[in-house]
């Protein structure tokens, strides 16, 4: 039976994963927060950052590495930067936090800095983006991770998976959102292949010998990724470093370890949003308008990838139709919601 | 006698190119920062915007595409962003003109944005943002430029070259600088390769009929460039288009063409800087002295191609020895200087 399907609606899912995260040591306002974000995730097909995220989750909070009642403190460090201390808590909390401020900050100064450290972020980035879009803003965020990716032309690993994101308004359009590793692959994708035993492209990774590998198992153990794009790749990579950890007094991602919380996966780092008010550019021509100007152009162009849109449609469709969940995950859930695992 | 070489001091060559921008209609000032510019690039060995691009900004010039002349026009749109109507003028006086109140945006709020448009930009991204480095400020530019890139998945050239680039603080050694085209090479050097008769890697871009390529003539003559990094580098490039044309009221790459001005060889585009002041960030730990940490994990890590070094070597090397220039290049320039041809 394990790959039949159930469907479960938003507000079902959110409700089961918001009780196993208060099963397992999180205040109420962060279970729910994590809920939301996880099962957005799950819901708009981000399938490395949904459901699948749940054990690694409930191994963290259980192992005592992360606090999952900590309760952020705010800094307001200038007109346009945030400073915040998440307490060895999650990311997510402490960015639901300082959103109005921020928000503020972003539309008198035209443009602002948030900056979360000693934070534990482990979803993706376009959730804690994309409601900037759809207010008008512009958003960029980088997190940096757990030192997982050998740079560029170097021989061990140094930089974390290190994704970046953005998020644009377009006008009559749902916002353009992209987020990616600066790896070739999320770390949550090579973890999801080596369950199922799939082989991955060549040159995702390489072995604990340092050798290209397109084994997950052959990364997973003693190996690592590597940057996406080359040097090019391999650079921006450094940059999400050095800004994450450099602006929000977070980890680099190779400076932490979990040897003393067996079970702990969540990377304990820094994370930066930049929000932009495109208000006040544009010598008299908006960006949402000019933004539809260019996704015309691409579609005209052959463009059928167009950032953001998948997941658009997922979630729409699934709003009315409920999220598929194999039944042996809800199974599974459902048992770790009611304390019995 | 054309591969000799001779050397040329700083002052020398700045004095020599700055006689050839006010020759071809440009104001002092503007003859004088471009030449600067120039030989900066060409002194640390960016060949590809060093004297290279002579030819191009005089044919330019003389097409009547660009105003030599032109005067900036600065609005203070809000406390964190300045807009820059270069006024059909080249970038690197509109930013010399919004430096100061920049970085007086930049320390006083934390962050500023500074947005230029209606500007031609013509060399390195990389000496716009290495100041704001060496006085202790993170900075991340950006420019599009003509449609000569194909997004991945799509048909026809629709990007720019769009070059990033980002320049940080590192305690006790030169800044982090990188620069880089989101495009798998810059236009300059498949310009160069033509010349010099060189094919370029498997994968560099497309030939007339959408063929992958690795001839620069066949990339030059109706073909394009691709991405770096597949759609994760064709996903950057794209918010490179967007934030230059759409912050800084510029054309998207694909917008104008150059037909009624033959000759005419510099992208009328946008151009933006985001400075960041780190000392705002950091939970008491300064980012330049958590730069130099990063550096030296890197170096212990084996990565001995950290951004920005070796022009910072043979910077300091041409400063004290001169600048090797072939004879036949200096000839040539000099007879632009002296109006002959």
Known sequence: MSDAFEYSSEKELIALLEEIFVQNGCSDVVARQLAENCTGAERDGSLSHGVFRI?????????????????????????????VDANNGFAQPALALAHDAFVEKIRSNGIALLAIGNAHHFSSLWPDILPFAESGLVALSM????????????????????????????????????DFATTTMANGDVQIAAKEGRSLPAGTGVDRNGELTNNPDAILDGGALVPFGGHKGSAISLMVELLTAGLSGGNFSFEFDWSTHPGAETPKTGQIIIGIDPSFGGLGRGLPSRASVLMKMLEDAGFDARPGLR??????????????LKISQLTRLRALASGAI
Chains 1, 2 share one sequence.
């Open 55 to 83: 054990e690694g989750y409930v191994n963290t909070l259980r192992s005592g590495w992360v606090d999952g009642k900590a309760v952020p403190i705010i800094e307001d460090k200038a007109p346009g930067f945030i400073a």
């Open 311 to 324: 997941r658009h449609r997922l979630c729409a469709e699934r709003r009315t139709h409920g999220i598929p």
């Open 143 to 178: 997190v940096n991770s757990f030192a997982c990716s050998v740079p560029h032309g170097a021989s061990t690993p140094v930089y974390g998976t290190n994704p970046i994101a953005f998020a644009a308004p377009v006008e009559g359009q749902p916002p353009l959102v992209f």
